[in-house]
């Protein structure tokens, strides 16, 4: 590094202009000086584990106000590192909001597992960092820095309940599946980088656009490679398999966020990637191959999931499907599938979230430290024992199912429709058709609620305080609104994204 004269030894001159832009990274600031904070909140005595709860709800919130300041002053920052754009506010924001429903259903369900100790909300914190680190970066390398963010405090978040088997072999198979892929990604990294010269994805589209006819193998192999690490993060088939076990094993709100979150900012670093880097130079190769990958995903998960007994394993397999729905939205390589993917992902997040936070609510672990109230058979009578919980069940089996007026209904029509505008028929009818195919368990869920008697060993449910029901209802009202008053998100999605 050079180096500014004599006596300069603390004022480097780096190579290049770079502006520091403090405000465009604010978001990611806040949550981890605040995550830092909640830590050392967390090893003081007295200190209740629901108020480092309630103070990392407010912390969240504060990111997603930050976020949402730059709506105005769309701009590049740190020379390119960071992006702050319309598409990467929303993605970001629906991150924060997985983010803070995982906290909500936390405050009451962390009292029925006291073996998760209180650094908890300080890795949640981590990890919503993460995640908008990645919505919000053209350039593999923030990508990346978000990918390692996001996922280090959740390999630790799956095991927390140490006392249980389940819980460490999630979180162990999570670790080693995540550096797998991990490393798929950064072999992609340096490909593309050998292919292009650099890692910003802006000076990718163009170094394939003067490369002129068939893109160099160099750079194909990286998309490929970069295709599957984000795939396992996305948990589109055939990467999938490690979800329904890690979800089954790790704590109710944490496999919440792994469905949401999780989910969210790896599709909004896919699109980055797959529009601005290999957008119109390779598109002939990677729309072919996501095409078969959307096909395959949501085909698997929706199969897969029918013969499920847990409701666990039945939102992993959920999760799957609804990657391979988000999927087409990416296929489509339109303003209108960038739109409907935002749109979808916001819906999905409520719908899945909300579902987790009925499951936290019914959870909660026995005398012999065994999880309870994750199976279906916790979940038969609860029409009658706990009704106003089995309505909003009933309501996100609804709304993950397609059915009007939820915003999973009207999600999944403006991705079909975007899919059908782009030439892609066939792909919108293979989803329509698994929709249906998906219909038949969540129908199944309701049918458990509403018909089945509880059997003679059903253990008590337990009886949480009102602000547990906090998360529910706010997916409740989330969901409602965006089947009834879609306009509500589609005013801003419709606003320049990039």
């Known amino acids: 590094m050079p180096w500014a004269g004599a006596g300069a030894l603390l004022t480097p001159v780096w190579p290049g202009s770079v502006a520091v832009d403090w405000a465009a990274v604010a978001p990611a600031l806040v949550l981890v000086l605040g995550a830092c904070g909640v830590l050392l909140g967390s090893t003081l005595r007295g200190v209740p584990q629901r108020l480092l709860g309630i103070l990392s709800l407010g912390i969240l919130t504060l990111a997603s106000i930050a976020a949402a300041a730059g709506w105005q002053a769309p701009r590049a920052a740190f020379g390119g590192l960071v992006v702050v754009d319309h598409f ?16 909500l259903m936390s405050l009451d369900y962390l009292e029925r597992e006291p ?75 340096a490909f593309v980088y050998g292919g292009s010269g650099s890692f910003d994805l802006e000076r990718v589209s163009l170094a394939l656009g003067a490369a002129g006819g068939a893109p160099a193998r160099w750079l194909l192999l990286g998309m490929g490679l970069l295709l599957v690490g984000l795939g396992f993060k996305i948990a589109a088939a055939p990467f999938h398999f490690w979800a329904p076990d890690v979800y089954e094993g790790a704590p109710v709100s944490v496999a919440s966020l792994m469905a949401t979150g999780t ?30 990958l959307a096909v395959l995903t949501m085909t698997l998960g929706n199969l897969l999931a029918i013969g499920q007994s847990s409701l666990k394993r039945l939102l992993a397999y959920s999760s799957v499907a609804h990657a391979g729905y988000l999927l087409i939205g990416v296929v489509s390589f339109s ?41 279906l058979d916790d979940y038969a009578g609860l029409a009658r024992r706990r009704p106003v919980l089995a309505a909003a069940l009933c309501l996100f089996m609804l709304s993950l199912a397609g059915i009007p007026p939820t915003g999973g209904f009207v999600a999944k029509f403006y991705l079909f429709k975007a899919a059908v505008d782009a030439d892609l028929v066939g792909l919108a009818i293979i989803g329509v058709l698994n929709s249906v195919l998906g219909a038949f368990y969540y129908l199944r869920v309701i049918v458990t609620l509403t018909m089945r008697e509880p059997g003679p060993e059903a253990a008590p449910l337990p009886r949480p305080g009102p602000i547990a029901y906090a998360c529910v209802a706010l ?24």
């Open 115 to 189: 073996g998760i100790p209180p650094e908890y909300y300080g890795l949640l914190l981590f990890s919503a960092a993460g995640m908008g680190m990645m919505a919000t970066s053209k350039n593999l390398v923030g990508i990346f820095l978000g990918l390692e963010v996001l996922s280090i405090p959740l390999y630790v978040m799956a095991g927390l309940v140490r006392s249980r088997a389940e819980a460490v072999e999630a979180s162990m198979k999570y670790f080693l599946l995540g550096a797998f892929s991990t490393g798929f990604l950064a072999y992609g990294m």
């Open 263 to 292: 989910k969210a900012a790896a599709f909004a670093a896919l699109v980055r990637v797959m529009f601005f880097g290999f957008g119109e130079g390779a598109i002939g190769e990677w729309r072919h191959a996501l095409t078969v």
């Open 335 to 375: 303003t209108a599938g960038v739109e409907s993917l935002l749109f979808y992902l916001f819906s999905y997040v409520l719908m899945t979230g909300g579902a987790f936070g009925v499951m936290a609510l019914m959870a909660g672990s026995d005398a012999d430290g065994r999880e309870r109230g994750t199976d």
């Open 88 to 103: 990467g506010i929303l993605a970001s924001v629906a991150a924060y909001l997985a983010a803070a429903l995982a906290a």
């Open 475 to 498: 997916a409740v009202a989330g969901t409602l609104l965006l089947g009834v008053y879609p306009a509500a998100l589609t005013r801003l999605s419709a606003q320049p994204l990039f």
